[in-house]
């Protein structure tokens, strides 16, 4: 399985990005996905989940600015995040998992204030 993240950029406080990732293979659909991120000095935290049934777990510190979608049919995920926060500044990594993980190169966010 190999997954693609796409959508970092340089966005002001308050703004909005969207992150993708694409995965390719069969096994999109039975797998649970998601995003961590790491900011610098950091340990990688869970940012947000999706399981293949579609349940989500989304970090307190995110909570009602990000939400995450997956769709079965185009082998991706979704990472809308929205009232950006200079502290969301982090390399952002994609996930999926069946019986074991598989990651994303990641893809930069910062935020600036």
């Known amino acids: 399985v190999q997954l693609q993240a796409s959508g970092g950029g340089l966005v002001r406080a308050g703004g909005s990005l969207m992150l993708s990732c694409a995965a390719s293979?069969?096994?999109?659909?039975?797998?649970?996905v998601g995003w961590y991120r790491q900011a610098p000095g950091k340990q990688r935290e869970l940012v947000a989940g999706?399981?293949?049934?579609?349940?989500?777990n989304v970090a307190d510190s995110v909570k009602g600015r990000f939400t995450i979608s997956r769709d079965n049919d185009k082998n991706t995920v979704y990472l809308q995040m929205n009232s950006l926060k200079p502290e969301d500044t982090a390399v952002y990594y994609c996930?999926?998992?069946?019986?074991?993980?598989?990651w994303g190169q990641g893809t930069q966010v910062t935020v600036s204030s």
């Open positions: 996930y999926a998992n069946v019986l074991i993980p598989y």
């Open positions: 293979g069969s096994i999109f659909s039975i797998a649970d």
């Open positions: 999706i399981s293949r049934g579609g349940s989500t």
